[in-house]
Every structure is written in C-alpha cells, then in structure tokens.
C-alpha cells in the first residue's frame, strides 16, 4: 500500500536508458546532425516513389534527390557522433558527468541502447544506399548530362538528340568501362560544375576534347574499322536558288574499306597494321602540315606541306583515331544551304513555293539575339515573304507556307544557340570535304615525301561519282531505288 512509486518504475527505467545519450547528445554539434539526418530522410521518402519509377526525367528533381539530398545526409550521419564523443571527452576530463560506471556492456539499459542504435544504423545505411546508387545511377544518365547544366550542354544535348546516337547514353562515349575513366571523368566534372558556378566556362565550348578516352576504348566496343565495310552508295539531294528550286541529285559509291589489306577509306586509314601519327598547327586539329604514315610491312612515310618545319617541330604529335575524322559523331551541326537541302529533299518543306529554298537560307542567316526572339521572327518572315510577294501562292498554299515557317525555325533553333555563342559553322565537320575542309587537311596534294609523291587527292580513292547534280540520276532507277519526294 505504501509503495507509491511502482507505477513510476517503467518510466524511471526510461529516463535512467535514454539519459546517457540525452545527455552526450545535448550538443549543438550533434543535434545539427540530427537535423541533417531529418530534415534529409524527410525529402528522400517524399521524392521516393518518383525515383523508384525510373530514371528522372526532370533534371531538377534528380539534382535535389541524387545530389544536393546525400552530402548533407551523409554529413549529419557523421556530426552525430562526432558531438557525442567531443562531449564526452570534454566531461570526462571535467568530471562534470561521471557517467562511466553505468555505461558498460552489463548494464542492460546500455544493451538496449546498443541495439537502437544498430537498428537506425541499418535503417540509415539502407536510405544511405540507395542515395549513393541513385546519385551515380543519375550522374550517368543522359537526363544529368544533357539538361542539369541547361545553358552550357543545351546544344550538345539537342544535337545529340537528333544524331544517329540518340539511344546510346552519353556514358558510353565519354567515359566507356571501368572504374578509372570513371573517377576522371567524376573529377573532371567536379571542376566543371565550379566553372558553372562561378559562372567561368568558356562559351562555345572548345573542341576538340583533349582529354577525350581513346576510340579504341569506346566507339570500336560497336565499330570495328578493321573489319571489312561493303562499299555504300549515298545520294546528296540539291536546290537551285532559282523560282522553281530546281532539284538535283548527286549519287555517290563510297569505298568504306576495313580489314582489307589498306583498301578503301577505313582499309586506309586505320587497317591491320597501318598507323597514322600527324601534327597539327592549331587547337582545333583543322591545320595539319605534317603526317607520318606507317604500313604494316615496317615501312615509314613522311609528307609535309613546304612550310613545315623538319621532324614537325613546333606542332602538335597526335596518334590519328577514328574522332579524327568522325569528329561529330553525335553532336553534328548543318550549315543553313545544307539543312534547307535535307529538309527540302525529305519533303518537309515545299519544293513547289516559288524562291523557298533561297529565302529560307537568307531568313536562317539573319541576325537573331534570343531563342525567343528567333521562334517569333522566323516563322513570321516565311509568311510575310509569300503575302507580299506571292500573294495567290499565299492565298492558296498557306498550310504550306506556315509548315515551310515551323521547318525553318527547327532547323535554326536544332543550330543556332545565342547564349553559348554558337553560330553557322562554330563547329567544323571532318567527314567529306563540301562543307569544312575535312578530307583535304592532308589530301591537298600539297603534302610531299621527299621521294615526291603526294598524298592523294584523287576523288576516286575514296569514292566513284555515280551521277553529279542531275536531276533524275539514271544510276538510282537502275538499282530500283526510291527516294522521298519533295513536296510538290
């Protein structure tokens, strides 16, 4: 009857286990991790059923859960104990707590403490994990590469996306397997993300990139220039500038080669036993004055532009790999006469509206300061063209006009990126010779051995010219070939 306290001993009990860990937690060290942890785990399971779906699509929403959420997470994790010992270390010398006597392995309220402490330690290294997959799993995503620095990769992303690579993730290329190129390229990025910080990245970006995983390591993992490629016919529709934008075709055989005893462009360049090693004069790789050439039976060939000094002194050794003619791979950009050639031929725009390939190049060349301002005065110029000029093809053909606006836009707007500074031709195409100088950097017929042969700027080394700019190449009705008709 008189012992009042029974009802009282579970909650003593309470008190006397949560008291040493109340107590050396009461820090301003260890609760700022504590608010850490909290504050972390909170928008982690509010943005869980978003990153359980898959990869994140909004480049924002993947920064916060794969980025900005793990490193205060992990530090809060840290700070935790961190507070705990600093204060117990600082007591102990004090002797303002002496709580040593109850804090050992016989004391079961020490036991149980033990034990909460390993549950939440599992539970935190269960988020704790997932955090870390899912931020390497994003940093690997094309959504992380393309669009979390919007500014800097907005044209590199929207040319990828329209590259014959758009379904092979940036990773591939840029980094390819293995944990080393891995680590250099997180390093790498480290101080890329501080140049867009501080706002210090240079605009446009230059190319090429120097520090660039070799081809070998990546584009051969699914091309093998040292197999043998069959030969490809490619036509390359034209229109004249004139009222009817007159078509014609060009239809072209091109000796691909491969691991064909040096026959044909790849058999070449880069066949069994052949290697090139070149210096060029400047960053871009587009001045080659001297080129060494070796076959695979040991022999060693050296041509040179007269101006070249001996040896190639004063330029820039490079081991010659596929980037160096494929350059662009998946991050290509026309020129306004070619794009409006394409779209013309693809029939996206209409051949029959008078003068259209002529004012669209002139339209595309104009001056536009914004994105926004381009998307408002392109399309508008198409049309006031025609409603000025040809008012009855306006009248009758106006879907075509306005169609023939939206194409034109596209193809600015997949070129032209204002903020970075990129414009018509910012980034040069190796492959072919009509657009850049490409091919002819070394075969000019300007390159001389001291026996006096050149290298070869004979057009059909790497091609035949089946048909050249005519309007219905009989070549392609004997093979059967149809192609897409412009708009009539």
């Given at each position: 009857m008189g012992r009042t306290d029974i009802p009282n001993m579970p909650e003593q009990s309470s008190r006397n286990w949560l008291s040493p860990i109340i107590h050396l937690s009461n820090n301003w060290i260890s609760l700022l991790g504590v608010v850490l942890v909290?504050?972390?785990?909170?928008?982690?399971?509010?943005?869980?059923?978003?990153?359980?779906?898959?990869?994140?699509?909004?480049?924002y929403i993947g920064a916060l859960a794969f980025l900005a959420i793990p490193g205060p997470f992990f530090l809060g994790l840290l700070l935790i104990p961190v507070g705990i010992m600093i204060k117990r270390r600082r007591e102990g010398r004090t002797g303002i707590h002496p709580i040593d006597a109850g804090l050992t392995w016989s004391n079961p309220e020490v036991r149980r403490l033990a034990q909460f402490i390993g549950v939440t330690t599992v539970l935190n290294i269960i988020i704790a994990s997932q955090l870390s997959y899912g931020a390497v799993s994003?940093?690997?995503?094309?959504?992380?590469?393309?669009?979390?620095?919007?500014?800097?990769?907005?044209?590199?992303?929207?040319?990828?996306?329209?590259?014959?690579?758009s379904r092979v993730a940036c990773v591939q290329c840029h980094i390819g397997p293995g944990a080393g190129w891995f680590v250099r390229s997180k390093l790498s990025g480290a101080r890329q993300v501080l140049a867009v910080a501080f706002n210090t990245y240079p605009r446009p970006l230059p190319t090429p990139i120097h520090n660039l995983r070799p081809a070998r390591e990546t584009c051969e993992q699914c091309h093998w220039p040292q197999k043998y490629g069959e030969d490809r016919l490619r036509v390359i529709s034209k229109f004249a500038d004139d009222e009817a934008n007159t078509a014609s075709k060009t239809v072209l055989l091109m000796k691909i080669g491969g691991g064909n005893h040096g026959i044909g462009i790849h058999g070449?360049?880069?066949?069994?036993?052949?290697?090139?090693?070149?210096?060029?004069?400047?960053?871009?790789?587009?001045?080659?004055?001297?080129?060494?050439?070796?076959?695979?039976?040991?022999?060693?060939?050296?041509?040179?532009?007269?101006?070249?000094?001996?040896?190639?002194?004063?330029?820039?050794?490079?081991?010659?790999?596929?980037?160096?003619?494929?350059?662009?791979?998946?991050?290509?950009?026309?020129?306004?006469?070619?794009?409006?050639?394409?779209?013309?031929?693809?029939?996206?725009?209409?051949?029959?509206l008078p003068f259209v390939r002529k004012k669209a190049v002139e339209i595309l060349k104009a001056n536009y300061a914004t994105r926004d301002l381009a998307a408002q005065r392109i399309p508008e110029a198409v049309a006031q063209y025609y409603r000025q000029t040809y008012p009855a093809v306006w009248s009758a053909h106006q879907a075509e006009v306005t169609a023939a606006?939206?194409?034109?836009?596209?193809?600015?707007?997949?070129?032209?990126?204002?903020?970075?500074?990129?414009?018509?031709?910012?980034?040069?195409?190796?492959?072919?010779?009509?657009?850049?100088?490409?091919?002819?950097?070394?075969?000019?017929?300007?390159?001389?051995?001291?026996?006096?042969?050149?290298?070869?700027?004979?057009?059909?080394?790497?091609?035949?010219?089946?048909?050249?700019?005519?309007?219905?190449?009989?070549?392609?009705?004997?093979?059967?070939?149809?192609?897409?008709?412009?708009?009539?």
């Open positions: 909290t504050t972390c785990t909170v928008f982690w399971l509010f943005l869980l059923p978003t990153t359980l779906r898959g990869e994140v699509q909004n480049p994003y940093m690997e995503s094309v959504t992380f590469c393309g669009r979390t620095c919007h500014t800097v990769m907005q044209p590199e992303y929207t040319a990828y996306q329209n590259s014959p690579h070449t360049h880069l066949g069994p036993g052949v290697s090139i090693r070149y210096g060029h004069a400047d960053e871009g790789r587009q001045n080659i004055p001297w080129v060494q050439y070796n076959t695979p039976d040991g022999k060693s060939v050296v041509y040179a532009t007269p101006d070249a000094k001996p040896d190639g002194a004063g330029l820039t050794m490079r081991e010659m790999d596929c980037m160096d003619c494929h350059n662009r791979p998946s991050h290509t950009y026309e020129l306004p006469e070619r794009a409006v050639d394409t779209a013309m031929g693809n029939g996206l725009i209409a051949s029959s606006g939206r194409q034109v836009l596209a193809i600015w707007e997949r070129n032209i990126f204002p903020d970075m500074n990129v414009t018509w031709g910012k980034y040069p195409n190796n492959i072919g010779h009509n657009d850049f100088p490409g091919c002819w950097r070394c075969h000019d017929s300007n390159h001389a051995a001291k026996t006096g042969d050149v290298i070869t700027q004979d057009c059909s080394a790497c091609h035949n010219m089946l048909a050249t700019e005519e309007s219905n190449p009989k070549v392609l009705t004997d093979l059967g070939i149809t192609l897409p008709q412009a708009t009539r």
